[in-house]
């Protein structure tokens, strides 16, 4: 039998890190599957270490960032570079991670070359296309091109089913993160010396915050931090602790507003495997990320989300997230009734897992199998809760 080739293309770390347990799939099934990997680099030193963490080598890195790029820059870039690889390669398939300016380039380079595309974790809607932004844009762009969705829940395969999306095209597999998670703390590795697990002699509840978002840049993100400050201030048993994203955007007002004060740790980006046991060690999270949505639920950590919508709404419903936007006193006060209020956090802290349960990769690589005509009986979906 020929083998099936399956580019995998992404660009950013979080892309890398839910990529990686579904190529470490493929290629468990080498005689079925030539799995490569294209990297664009639209994000460069954070996707090198989640790759590292992996131990993935890609076979084409198009180096596309540059100082200063704008969304016009890496799509051109993507799209124009990527033409070569699909020349080079000629896949049977193109997959596609989740809603980066590099999915939705790499799924139009791969239907300009009449080559079927797969969207891993397709669906997801925040219904709003300023939020986020451009992040809503690319999902609906991506999945409009793409000829098989993998769904992380039933809710995303709902939404693909409202835009005449063939139910016979969608597979329900769970979020690869939760695969990539799992995995990482089975290791047990320990936490690099450089990142604290609490600020010594503060005995108080450790906040684990990540905030990057760029319709965040601006007020909403000096809102953020300035209610930060203040909950500092007013717990000093409390221990903060932030890795700052790169991007001046972020960076400078956070320095600004949170630098100095004792309880408060700001952290250059920290690698995949000190993220996944800061998630662990921490009482609870406060984040406009998508990915951590999903991560920290699994742990049963609460979850603040600090944006105006979210596309990934289940773990609204299970009571393990709340979303609270970006007003100053709102956020001090959501922070501070966690802090507090010790029915409400054991509440959101029920160990609710509507993401996945670890064989995320495995059902896509059987959803692949599949649609290749290579496996007969098409996978079943996956169901929360629900053994096999």
């Keep these: ?30 005689g079925i599957f030539d799995a490569k990997v294209c990297v ?23 180096n596309i960032m540059q100082d200063g790029q704008t969304l016009y820059h890496v799509t051109v870039a993507a799209l124009a570079r990527m033409e070569d690889v699909l020349e080079k ?3 049977d398939l193109v997959l596609v991670h989740g809603d980066t300016t590099t999915t939705f380039a790499a799924a ?13 974790e397709a669906g ?8 986020p932004f451009p992040e809503e844009a690319n999902r609906l762009l991506t999945d409009a091109l793409c000829s098989v969705h993998f769904t992380p829940t039933a809710t995303s395969k709902k939404a693909l089913l409202r835009e005449n999306i063939p139910a016979k095209n969608i597979f329900v597999t769970g979020n ?6 799992l995995r990482m703390l089975k290791e047990k590795r320990r936490l690099s010396k450089s990142v604290p697990t609490a600020v010594p002699g503060r005995r108080g509840k450790t906040i684990l915050v ?20 203040r909950i500092a201030n007013d717990y000093p048993d409390a221990n903060i602790v932030y890795p700052v994203h790169m991007n001046p955007n972020v960076r400078g007002p956070a320095r600004e507003i949170l630098a100095g004060i004792k309880n408060v740790s700001l952290l250059f980006p920290v690698n995949y495997s000190d993220m996944a046991g800061l998630m662990k060690l921490a009482d609870f999270v406060v984040t406009d990320s998508g990915g951590i949505q999903e991560e920290a639920p699994s742990l049963g950590k609460p979850v603040l989300v600090l944006r105006q919508v979210t596309e990934r709404p289940e773990a609204v419903r299970a009571g393990t997230v709340r979303v609270i936007g970006t007003d100053e006193k709102r956020i001090y006060g959501e922070i501070k009734r966690l802090i507090e209020d010790k029915v409400h956090y054991a509440r959101m802290a029920k160990a609710v897992n509507p993401y996945g349960d670890g064989r995320a990769s495995e059902r896509t690589v059987d959803a692949i199998k599949y649609f290749f005509r290579i496996r007969n009986k098409r996978p079943a979906d996956f169901v929360p809760g629900k053994r096999g």
């Design 124 to 131: 997801l809607r925040s219904y709003d296309k300023a939020h």
């Design 89 to 91: 390669e000629k896949p």
């Design 176 to 181: 690869t993160v939760i695969d990539a998670l």
């Design 108 to 120: 139009l380079a791969a239907f300009y070359k009449r080559i079927p595309v797969g969207h891993v």
């Design 1 to 30: 039998m020929k083998k099936r080739k399956v580019l995998l293309v992404f660009g950013t770390r979080p892309e890398a890190i839910k990529m990686a347990p579904l190529y470490l799939e493929l290629k468990r099934h080498a």
């Design 210 to 229: 990540t905030a990057h978002r760029r319709e965040n840049f601006g007020k909403p993100m000096r809102n953020i931090f300035t209610a930060l400050k």
């Design 40 to 62: 664009t680099a639209q994000h460069r030193s954070m996707l090198d270490e989640a790759l590292r963490a992996f131990s993935i080598k890609p076979d084409h890195d198009l």
